[in-house]
């Protein structure tokens, strides 16, 4: 019965916590546990809340020299004492003390179910480290020196200068201690620090039981190209990471799961960061005083040679000049020589092949395969190939060149056709065909991707080009529709009817015929502009009204006054101003019907 | 294969070519051609083949290289070489004018296309003028003509567009060809026991033909061989090829 009580009691006093079934008078007490420490350890800061379990709002002063810990744990529980049912909220800081001295968290509000409380201030009291404290922490200086010595690199270069484009031949190696359970090597060596390039680095030489340190290791060596690539003083080291079997041990006091066991369990893996000390190499530029006009870059102790894979050929036969550059140097940066042939040789871009240390590519033998093709027949010469370089121990540069190949270029080769007897030429004699077959062409050219006929009718452009032709076809004919007013078109037609008329009775001198079809379509006209419908009963005046109200300028109404009025008094008053004026004033009527649109 | 390395491995091949080994020279052109095209990637492989005295893949890729590079004389005057050492007559061969070439068939289309439509365009918008009747006689019959020239000519050359790509160059099926003497044959039915309609030389021009749905007709036989049926430029000899027995000019995409 106690044990079935004990197991579910707090959950039914939680429960009925939950529920608001308990509760009491809300009361907070804060203190340091232990309230005295020294300066190597930590303590906890305690708030317990009594009466609640609701989660309290609030912040911890800052307190200089004292370090809380973030987020903090919660406690909840509650039980019965004397009977009375009890719940509380607990929330505990760790506190790591910065030195030593008496420090006081003073009060600070905290919000609780909308009410403010008081957290009572508290004081910690920090003493000076003790004997046992100090043999604790030379102990974690030990092992923290111990876990650097369990796995560390090291990186050596030849020199500590480099010229600028130099390669020298590196080395990293990674040491790791043999009692270290080291399961594999997550990331290889990669390089910090910018003033450098390396080469790739390709697979390590392993040995076995070195002895250092008074430890005995496996090292992992991994040897590379490194060249200058900044001029001036740069830093550079190594950095990786190797994957340790540790022991499941969270609650190591010194957060070293390496140490506490010897064999250093079965447990999980967890990633180790191993990096290597910097070293500050400097980075000289090249001298500029004698430098060779055909320096191209290369630095080193070299030498070259060429060959020919022939020395007789027919015109338009490529051959290969063979160019190698051997030594210790800068192969992967080394550009080709650069072969001036003249016009007797077309030269196609070379082909590079390197042998030697493949992961520094700093010593063996870098060959540049140019494919030389003779365009002339005769007795040719291949001039030397020159190369210049910088030797970086020597401090000096070098010139060398090749020797002169002499090469005899035939004419081309004359192909003859055999006979070919068919049927149909049998009874003809016998022809033989001389031409010149087609020569080998050593470049590429163009490159395309389809063998293919064009078809345009499944062209996007194409159609685009119909759509645009047919909306500018659809916009000019409806444009056109739209302008088109059947009365208006009446009108205009009766408008050219009336010039005609005008112009006829100018022809045979008609005065009363001119004034007539003039004043006729000064009417139409200004009926069309001013938007008039029966323009065949309209007077002078209403013209002028017309004209004004649609905002004519007055020169333009005068001078249609003066042709109405002409044309009135010819028409009506009988007066004539002669055959000579009615072409002056027909021209008149036409320049002024022109202004009234 | 991008073009660099489509170029080295060029190289490589010119290379080999200069070294003796002509079978590897072939073999490095052939991989590009499975890939990308040039003129001269063309034109080496068919003077190789002409060197090894397989004159029919060395007439295919003549005019593989022609079609890339048409101006070329050499490729030509290489081709009319080749041909004539397959016993091939000129007049076997399809003719082209030039001016209706495959190539030609966009400049026919977009020409036509401008020319009507700038013909309708005009129309519509002049046409509220008064034009004599004279005027618009002369304007249509100028626009009916120029309409019916250029559709000719974009219909003529779009027939050699679909002509070309209907052709097949007629080759032995492996590259041996002392083996074979009889030329390739084209069979009364799509099957190895069936006897030869005729025999055109290796290297003659071949015309598929085709189905109503534009696609060549082919028959696939119970050993899973494709057959196509394919006839000469004149029609006159007609039969089923196998398809390792040719090859297309262009790339047909079957």
């Not at chain 1, 508290?122 to 922490?137: E, F, K, Y």
């Not at chain 1, 009025?565 to 009506?572: A, F, G, L, N, T």
């Not at chain 2, 249509?140 to 052709?167: D, K, P, Y």
Request: aromatic share 10%; hydrophobic share 40%.
């Amino acid at each position: 019965m106690n044990r079935i009580s004990s197991r579910f009691l707090p959950a039914i006093l939680l429960w009925m916590a939950s529920l608001g079934m308990i509760h009491g008078e809300i009361r907070i007490e804060a203190a340091f546990d232990p309230p005295t420490i020294t300066s190597a350890n930590t303590t906890t800061y305690k708030i317990i809340v009594h009466g609640s379990q609701q989660g309290p709002i609030g912040s911890v002063p800052s307190v200089e020299g004292l370090t809380f810990s973030s987020p903090p744990r919660t406690l909840r529980s509650a039980s019965f004492i004397n009977g009375v049912p009890s719940i509380r909220f607990e929330l505990s800081f760790t506190v790591t003390p910065e030195k030593q001295g008496s420090f006081i968290v003073p009060s600070w509000n905290l919000q609780l179910e909308d009410n403010s409380y008081i957290v009572p201030s508290t004081r910690l009291q920090v003493l000076p480290p003790n004997q046992r404290d100090m043999l604790r922490q030379a102990e974690l200086r030990q092992q923290q020196a111990d876990l650097r010595e369990a796995a560390f690199l090291e990186f050596s270069c030849p020199r500590p200068y480099l010229y600028k484009g130099e390669t020298v031949a590196a080395k990293v190696s990674l040491f790791l201690w043999n009692r270290l359970p080291v399961t594999r090597i997550e990331q290889v060596p990669t390089k910090i620090g910018s003033g450098f390039s390396m080469t790739e680095l390709g697979q390590p030489e392993e040995q076995r039981d070195v002895r250092k340190f008074n430890k005995t290791y496996s090292v992992y060596s991994w040897n590379f190209g490194l060249t200058g690539a900044l001029a001036g003083k740069h830093n550079i080291s190594f950095d990786s990471s190797i994957r340790v079997r540790v022991k499941n041990n969270r609650n190591s006091p010194f957060s070293n799961p390496f140490f506490n066991d010897p064999f250093f369990g079965f447990g999980r893996e967890e990633g180790l960061k191993v990096s290597s000390e910097s070293l500050n190499l400097e980075i000289r530029p090249l001298p500029m005083a004698n430098r060779p006009n055909n320096f191209q870059g290369a630095i080193g102790n070299l030498s070259i040679v060429s060959s020919l894979d022939m020395n007789r050929v027919s015109v338009g036969d490529p051959i290969r000049l063979t160019c190698e550059i051997s030594g210790t140097g800068n192969f992967a940066a080394m550009p080709a020589p650069d072969l001036s042939l003249g016009e007797s040789f077309k030269v196609g871009p070379p082909a590079f092949s390197f042998e030697g240390n493949q992961n520094s590519k700093q010593e063996g033998a870098q060959t540049f395969e140019f494919i030389v093709t003779p365009l002339q027949a005769g007795l040719l010469e291949i001039p030397p190939v020159s190369f210049s370089y910088f030797d970086p121990e020597k401090e000096k540069y070098f010139s060398l060149s090749t020797s002169a190949h002499r090469l005899r270029v035939d004419p081309g080769e004359e192909w003859i056709a055999p006979e070919i007897s068919t049927p149909s030429t049998a009874t003809e004699s016998p022809k033989k065909t001389v031409q010149n077959l087609f020569q080998t062409e050593s470049e590429p050219g163009k490159w395309i991707h389809v063998l293919a006929t064009p078809d345009p009718l499944k062209s996007n452009a194409f159609w685009t080009m119909q759509i645009i032709f047919s909306g500018i076809f659809i916009g000019i004919v409806l444009f056109r529709l739209k302008a088109r007013n059947p009365r208006l078109e009446v009108r205009k037609q009766k408008e050219r009817l009336l010039e005609a008329k005008a112009r006829d009775a100018l022809k045979h001198k008609d005065v009363s015929g001119v004034h007539q079809a003039i004043r006729r379509r000064i009417r139409l006209r200004v009926g069309i502009a001013c938007d008039h419908s029966n323009t065949s009963a309209l007077s002078s005046s209403e013209i002028i009204t017309l004209l004004n109200a649609s905002g004519y300028s007055d020169t333009i109404v005068h001078e249609i006054l003066e042709l109405l009025k002409v044309c009135d008094e010819s028409e009506y008053a009988g007066t004539s101003n002669g055959s000579s004026n009615i072409e002056s004033t027909f021209q008149r009527a036409q320049a002024i019907l022109k202004k009234i649109k | 294969m991008n073009g660099e390395s489509s170029d080295k491995l060029f190289y490589d091949a010119v290379r080999a070519e200069a070294s003796g080994d002509l079978e590897k020279a072939i073999e490095i052109y052939s991989n590009i051609s499975q890939e990308t095209h040039s003129a001269n990637l063309h034109a080496n492989l068919a003077n190789l083949f002409f060197k090894m005295r397989d004159y029919a893949r060395s007439i295919l890729h003549f005019r593989k290289a022609i079609w890339i590079e048409p101006g070329n004389r050499d490729y030509r005057a290489n081709l009319s070489l080749a041909l004539e050492m397959s016993g091939i007559h000129p007049q076997d061969l399809p003719e082209t004018d030039p001016a209706f070439s495959p190539r030609n068939q966009t400049f026919w289309l977009i020409g036509l296309s401008i020319f009507v439509w700038s013909g309708l365009l005009l129309f519509a918008y002049f046409f509220p003028l008064r034009m004599g009747k004279a005027t618009r006689l002369w304007a249509a019959g100028i626009w009916i003509t120029g309409t019916f020239f250029l559709c000719r000519g974009f219909v003529l050359s779009h027939t050699e567009s679909t002509c070309l790509n209907r052709e097949v160059i007629a080759l032995h099926p492996s590259a041996q060809p002392d083996k074979f003497t009889d030329g390739i044959s084209l069979r009364v039915f799509a099957g190895d026991g069936s006897a030869a309609n005729t025999h055109v030389p290796a290297g003659s021009s071949l015309f598929l033909d085709l189905d109503a749905k534009g696609f060549p007709r082919i028959h696939q036989s119970q050993s899973g061989e494709k057959w196509f049926l394919a006839r000469s430029y004149s029609g006159s000899n007609k039969g089923w090829i196998k398809r390792d027995e040719f090859d297309p000019v262009l790339d047909l995409g079957f």
